[in-house]
């Protein structure tokens, strides 16, 4: 026992506490200069220019097609002018790239499955049209 005493006392009184080291601090560097870039213009894109031209009676040639450009057109027939204009722009250029998508081999088996999709977010967003 008399061992242990003489170890905490040895333990107890020896050299004194280092200093605490001081906490470094680091530096900060000052954040780069912002450099505004010169105003960027939107492009202009050209309206779609059929190479084929829409049917008399307004149709593309694909049932599916043709049956929503007959609904959204009927549709559009019911409403006030300020709200029709916006729409019959759509309709007409939505056939004039279908028939631009008809006459090429690369797109034509996709038309039908575009105007399925284009019938199905009508139907939400214009819900009155008895689509």
Do not use: N
């Amino acid at each position: 026992m008399r061992y242990l005493s003489l170890v905490v006392v040895f333990i107890a009184c020896g050299s004194e506490a280092a200093p605490a080291a001081e906490a470094a601090v680091p530096e900060i560097a000052a954040p780069a200069p912002v450099i505004a870039a010169g105003s960027v213009a939107s492009p202009v894109v050209a309206p779609v220019v059929a190479p084929a031209v829409l049917a008399a009676d307004g149709k593309v040639g694909v049932q599916v097609c043709d049956a929503y450009l007959e609904t959204y057109r009927a549709c559009i027939g019911e409403m006030k002018e300020e709200f029709a204009a916006p729409h019959r722009k759509v309709v007409e250029q939505q056939a004039a790239s279908w028939v631009v998508a008809k006459a090429d081999p690369k797109t034509a088996d996709t038309l039908e499955g575009t105007c399925v999709a284009a019938r199905a977010a009508a139907a939400i967003a214009l819900p009155s049209c008895g689509w």
